[in-house]
């Protein structure tokens, strides 16, 4: 017999279709069983678009009487782009509603759940609440941070270097770490880079499979002045491309850019007169962007880990000796009482490298 995990395993798959096309909003997945059989399902597939509750009970129907739905998140109790949840799952008859995660949206915190309660519907919480919230991470980070998750990837070598002393990086890792790196792109919204990063290695930023979605390409840029042969700027991906500059961009430069689809946005420096990256995170938060796969160099990296901001840190360290290079982290620490603290939590052989994951002490 189907359990209550299987069903809401069902349901959490469902609402992963929705990868890339649901933000800022969640990814939600909803089954509606009666008689150990689904009556109905759907997922939330665009942002805007209805919710995953009422894609289930469309499919149901009238069949939706008494019969008990597996919902990843609490169903919404409030006039958004779309009607509330909570009253359709209610006016249907739904009898029973198990939820994975309450709904950190302070407009509906908990009202949904009540709703639901209030009108004789039994709920319960807690269902595979760790992979929902894993899976919504990014609209969780959004809703109680105000700034999207971060996951901060650095390569090394054994000896903690990102570069050799040109400043060239590719290729430390191998190709299966490289594929690996690709296959985490696509799970966030977008992908930034320092504009160091793009003169020295030119890379195209891009997921491995570009048939269906495909995150932004965020550089920050001190300056709009580049070569207009930069991949990010010639290939077909120019229209998924953002750069965040503190300078007061040059019309003339700043139209040939958009011209060519890029979207430019302006942020205030630093005191050191660089682009201030909590403002940056801030911003991309405007947009809409739950998500950031931060992937250097060596300065951002640093500031994310001393301001905080990082939410999981892969670490690739290649079998290779340097030397001499440039270092995986920009410099802050004077001496070890000055060193942020790090918690790591895996470990894994990709290839001939190795993945080392882990996270801030502090968070
Ligand atoms: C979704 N999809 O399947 C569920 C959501 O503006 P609206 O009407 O789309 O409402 C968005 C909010 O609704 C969202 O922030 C979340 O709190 C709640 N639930 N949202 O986009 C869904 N169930
Ligand atoms: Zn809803």
Redesign the pocket.
């Given at each position: 017999m189907t359990t209550h995990f299987q069903w809401m395993r069902r349901a959490l798959h469902l609402?992963s279709k929705?990868r890339g096309f649901?933000s800022?909003?969640?990814?939600?997945?909803?089954v509606l069983v009666k008689n150990h059989h689904i009556i109905g399902e759907g997922?939330?597939e665009k942002?805007?678009?209805?919710?995953?509750?009422?894609?289930a009970l469309r499919q149901a129907g009238v069949k939706a009487k008494d019969a008990t739905m597996y919902?990843?998140?609490?169903?919404?109790s409030?006039?958004?782009?779309?009607?509330?949840?909570a009253p359709q799952v209610i006016k249907a008859g739904v009898s029973r509603v198990y939820i994975s995660m309450t709904?950190?949206?302070p407009?509906?915190n908990q009202n949904?759940i009540r709703m639901l309660e209030n009108a004789g519907v039994k709920v319960y919480t807690g269902l595979l609440e760790k992979e929902a919230r894993d899976l919504n991470r990014g609209?969780i980070s959004l809703?109680e941070k105000k700034r999207p998750w971060l996951t901060l990837k650095m390569a090394q070598t054994a000896d903690g270097y990102i570069a050799d002393l040109s400043g060239k990086s590719q290729w430390i890792t191998s190709p299966p770490a490289r594929e690996f790196v690709m296959s985490q792109r696509a799970l966030h919204d977008g992908i930034m880079v320092g504009l160091g990063t793009v003169l020295k290695d030119n890379p195209g930023l891009l997921p491995a499979k570009r048939d269906a979605y495909i995150p932004w390409r965020i550089i920050l840029a001190g300056t709009l002045m580049m070569p207009d042969s930069l991949k990010i700027l010639t290939d077909d991906y120019t229209q998924r491309t953002m750069i965040l500059t503190c300078e007061n961009p040059e019309p003339e430069r700043l139209k040939f850019l958009t011209d060519r689809g890029l979207k430019i946005l302006t942020i205030p420096a630093d005191s050191t007169g660089k682009v201030s990256i909590p403002k940056v995170l801030e911003v991309l938060g405007e947009q809409g962007i739950t998500s950031v796969y931060c992937e250097g160099g060596g300065q951002i990296a640093g500031t994310l880990i001393r301001e905080g901001l990082c939410d999981e840190i892969q670490l690739f360290v290649a079998p290779k000796v340097l030397g001499q290079g440039l270092p995986v982290f920009g410099g802050f620490a004077k001496n070890l009482d000055q060193a942020v603290r790090l918690k790591w939590e895996d470990i894994q052989r990709i290839g001939p490298d190795l993945l080392v994951r882990g996270r801030l002490d502090s968070c």
């Open positions: 609402a929705g649901t800022p909003n969640p990814m939600v997945g909803a997922y939330h942002f805007g678009g209805p919710h995953a509750e009422v894609m919902v990843t998140l609490e169903p919404c409030h006039q958004g782009k779309t009607p509330p949840c709904d950190p949206n407009l509906v949904g609209f809703m």
